[in-house]
């Protein structure tokens, strides 16, 4: 039975409770849950002949089975899709746990790569699972400086400083030696008509440059329009050796899958952008678990995924990868807080106003 087909009324109350506890000890223990272990929660209050009734209900359902000859029961995929779509947790980071991370964050200052390296730390000890971070990029380049410097004879070198942070260096051979006031008169032409432009407007805007400076703005576009098409830039990770320890990654097999995720973020990024359509954009948090039946690269594991950033176009993602078998409620809360502080402090830096 597909859970989209599954309304959250299809369960009774007790049922949920049942869903739920089963969920919480199977994730702890990585055993299956009888019906003994669950009469001993003092919260449900029935007798274990109901409880296994609502065990029965719960399997026909899809969203529980019972492995091999075990009388015990483990959720399904369906039955983690059913958990993290219909019983919400309370929020899973405490005051306290918000404050010290934050804390962290203003100790970092404007230090991007330390607020990566903190949010994957964070987010690894909140899920028990390893975490991924990408450094916020812009998705179109803007012109904000150039200079050309001349260096020996035909050398000079071009350096290109983006609005976004980036500075990008190109030795160029000329035919001829030009020499630095000439540079610089070329420079500053070119400062003065393509400030703010992206790639796209670069060609339009050079069209009333001299010839020499069109040349130039010809190379700046192309290395404009490399920047562009690169994927996420530099990515953080923490938590994978602990990940490895858990007994859904003894094989081999699992070990080559988790470790593949977590070194091609760009299957990641993909995710996230086919799931934001239609979403409020940065700061949403998407789970995939086991794929979905969409993503055969995440058959055994399971991902929760959030972008975060300042306006439309500063941007980076950042997430939890694990087992199928993981603390969703702690996951889903951590990645939604440590992404919304994270497009805190690149607001503050880049400003929500990108155009």
């Known amino acids: ?78 039955g983690f899709r059913f958990f993290v779509r219909h019983l919400p947790a309370e929020p899973s980071l405490l005051p306290v746990e918000q404050e010290a991370i934050r804390s962290q964050f203003r100790q970092a200052r404007q230090e991007v790569d330390q607020w990566l390296r903190i949010s994957t730390a964070v987010l690894a000890r909140a899920s028990h699972g390893a975490a991924l971070a990408t450094a916020p990029r812009s998705a179109r380049s803007r012109f904000k400086h150039m200079e050309l410097v001349h260096i020996h004879s035909t050398k000079v070198l071009l350096v290109l400083v983006l609005q976004e942070g980036a500075v990008k260096q190109q030795l160029l051979d000329m035919d001829e030696e030009v020499d630095q006031a000439e ?128 306006g439309d176009h500063i941007s980076g993602l950042l997430g939890v990868i694990g ?3 993981m603390w969703y409620d702690r996951s889903i809360g951590a990645v939604r807080f440590v992404s919304g502080l994270m497009s805190e402090m690149v607001e503050d830096i880049y400003g929500s106003n990108q155009s």
């Not at 199977?26 to 019906?35: F, I, K, L, N, R």
């Not at 609502?54 to 899809?62: H, I, N, T």
């Not at 995710?271 to 678990?289: D, F, K, S």
């Open 1 to 78: 039975m597909a859970d989209e087909l599954l309304p959250p009324d299809a369960l009774t109350d007790r049922q949920r409770q049942v869903l739920r506890i089963v969920i919480e000890e199977y994730v702890e223990t990585a055993q299956p849950v009888g019906s003994a272990a669950l009469a001993a929660h003092a919260e449900l209050r029935v007798s274990p002949a109901t409880i296994r009734n609502d065990l029965a209900a719960l399997e026909k359902l899809g969203l529980l089975t019972h492995p091999h000859t075990s009388a015990g029961r483990v959720p399904t995929e369906l």
């Open 183 to 310: 540079l610089s008169r070329i420079s500053n032409e070119l400062n003065a008509h393509l400030g703010g432009s992206d790639a796209a407007g670069i060609p339009l805007a050079a069209a009333r440059l001299s010839p020499f400076a069109r040349e130039v703005a010809i190379l700046v576009t192309d290395a404009m329009q490399r920047l562009d098409q690169q994927s996420s830039g530099q990515v953080f990770r923490d938590g994978l050796a602990d990940v490895l320890r858990l007994p859904e990654f003894a094989e081999g097999q699992n070990v080559r899958k988790i470790v593949q995720v977590l070194e091609q973020p760009t299957l990641l990024e993909q995710i996230a952008g086919q799931m934001a359509a239609g979403t409020a954009g940065h700061n949403t948090v998407h789970v995939v678990i086991a794929g979905d039946g969409r993503y055969d690269e995440l058959r055994d594991v399971s991902v929760v995924l959030a972008r975060y950033g300042a």
């Open 323 to 325: 087992p199928v078998r």
